[in-house]
């Protein structure tokens, strides 16, 4: 089965402030990645999601991650957070038979 | 509106006692999945199911069981074997390109 590690489990930081969270993941073969985010009281969403092409996807909201096969990453970017985006972002891989696994989560809070 | 129920919103379960958690999804999609989220763990797979009369357990099934006996619905049972059931689960479906979309969640507490 997939490992998937994120690393970080708490982040705090100021609004406009730079967001990166990091994710890995333990299979060498074909993987979808995906990130989703679980705003307070909310379902959990799909934020964006990397398949197969250009490795750098973009997603909702201005979030965007970078696949590096040869680093097993898939990494979370913001360049500049706001007090919305406060919420835990999941980190998800799958192999052929769609089923996820998912990393710890991390949980971001944003100061106004 | 297409997407995916689960009832109750929160359920109560006294020692010793099944309870079935609802998950319905209006989505024709073929693949169903439950997962049990605990903080600080994300989310770990309970069972799953790619067609109709068909499931598999996922990495933590013990002291659950499903069923799978119509396309649209994939009832999870949480039996009192489950010795530590107080979780916030998941229901989710997949469709073509293996996208996962997840109801809202069901708590589960125990008295």
């Known amino acids: 089965a997939q490992s998937v590690s994120q690393h970080n489990h708490h982040v705090i930081l100021s609004e406009a402030a730079s967001l990166e969270l990091g994710c890995n993941y333990s299979?060498?073969?074909?993987?979808?990645l995906f990130w989703y985010v679980q705003y307070p009281g909310q379902h959990l969403q799909l934020l964006l999601k990397?398949?197969?092409?250009?490795?750098l996807v973009k997603g909702i909201k201005g979030f965007e991650a970078e696949f590096i096969k040869s680093k097993f990453s898939f990494n979370l970017r913001k360049p500049s957070v706001q007090w919305s985006d406060t919420a835990e972002y999941f980190c998800?891989?799958?192999?052929?038979?769609?089923?996820?696994?998912f990393g710890a989560g991390t949980t971001v809070t944003v100061r106004a | 509106d297409g997407g995916i129920t689960q009832s109750p919103k929160y359920l109560f379960r006294k020692e010793g006692q099944n309870v079935t958690l609802s998950c319905e999804q209006n989505?024709?999609?073929?693949?169903m999945y439950w997962y049990r989220q605990d903080p600080g763990q994300g989310l770990r797979l309970i069972y799953y199911?790619?067609?109709?009369?068909?499931?598999q357990k996922g990495d933590i099934a013990e002291g659950y069981s499903v069923s799978r006996e119509k396309k649209e619905s994939f009832p999870l049972t949480v039996t009192s074997a489950q010795k530590n059931p107080t979780a916030f689960y998941l229901c989710?479906?997949?469709?073509?390109?293996?996208?996962?979309?997840f109801g809202p969640g069901t708590r589960l507490l125990v008295l």
């Open positions: 989710a479906s997949t469709g073509p390109g293996g996208t996962q979309y």
């Open positions: 299979y060498g073969g074909t993987v979808n």
């Open positions: 990397y398949f197969s092409g250009d490795p």
């Open positions: 998800a891989v799958n192999e052929a038979d769609y089923k996820l696994s």
């Open positions: 989505l024709n999609h073929d693949a």
């Open positions: 199911s790619q067609i109709v009369n068909d499931f």
